[in-house]
Nanobody
């Protein structure tokens, strides 16, 4: 199994920035996709961004230009740099890890991000 631990969430003012981190441990795959998703109360889990071990990225339109995903393969770590945060970005942010071509993969426990004055 793979364990994922997110960190970096917290309270931030509108327009501010946060950097989320996710570290994978356990049975690590060679070629993987890691990503970030979020879920607000009463809403479905929303795709934000993914990055392959080769560095290929995809972003949701809602965060394109504001959020940046990156990873350090040697550390089995993925980051999400979040800039120009808005109140509607408030949610629990989850890290996902899967094998390339795989299915649902593994999820972290989530980290709360609250954007408020």
């Amino acid at each position: 199994q793979v364990q994922l631990v997110e960190s970096g969430g917290g309270l931030v003012q509108p327009g501010g920035s946060l950097r989320l981190s996710c570290v994978a441990s356990g049975s690590i795959f060679c070629i993987t996709v890691m990503g970030w998703y979020r879920q607000a109360p009463g809403k479905q889990r929303e795709f934000l961004a993914t990055i392959t071990s080769g560095g290929r990225t995809n972003y949701a339109d809602s965060v394109k230009g504001r959020f940046t995903i990156a990873r350090v393969n040697a550390k089995n770590t993925v980051y999400l740099q979040m800039n120009s945060l808005k109140p509607e970005d408030t949610a629990v942010y989850y890290c996902n890890y899967r094998r390339l071509g795989g299915q649902d993969g593994y999820w972290g426990q989530g980290t709360q991000v609250t954007v408020s004055s």
